[in-house]
């Protein structure tokens, strides 16, 4: 069993920053990709940014110039730097992973259970 556990979040004024974490831990063969993704109230779940285990990244188009993904792999850990905030960036941000268990070389697809980020004055 993996289990993905997001910290970080929380009330900013707008243009402020913040940065999230989320550790991964259990019996971890392989992490492939990990994504921050986020969901609005009323929205759909969106993806923010995805990192590969390679170090290659990609980010949507509003996060873009002002977010930036990265891990530690010693630490099994992925990182969201959100710079110049704006309100439209409130939402729930959830941590996903693509993993293998040690026992197994399928990967599956791991969420943690949501951090709340609020942009406001």
């Known amino acids: 069993q993996v289990q993905l556990v997001e910290s970080g979040g929380g009330l900013v004024q707008p243009g402020k920053s913040l940065r999230l974490s989320c550790a991964a831990s259990?019996?971890?063969?392989?992490?492939?990709?990990m994504n921050w993704y986020r969901q609005a109230p009323g929205k759909q779940r969106e993806l923010v940014a995805g990192?590969?285990?390679?170090?290659?990244?990609n980010y949507a188009h509003s996060a873009k110039g002002r977010f930036a993904i990265s891990r530690d792999n010693a630490k099994n850990t992925v990182y969201l730097q959100m710079n110049s905030l704006k309100p439209e960036d409130t939402a729930v941000y959830y941590c996903?992973?693509?993993?293998?268990?040690?026992?197994?070389?399928?990967?599956?697809?791991?969420w943690g259970q949501g951090t709340q980020v609020t942009i406001s004055s």
């Open positions: 990192i590969t285990s390679g170090g290659s990244t």
């Open positions: 259990g019996s971890i063969g392989s992490i492939y990709v």
């Open positions: 996903n992973g693509i993993i293998t268990l040690a026992t197994m070389s399928v990967p599956r697809n791991y």
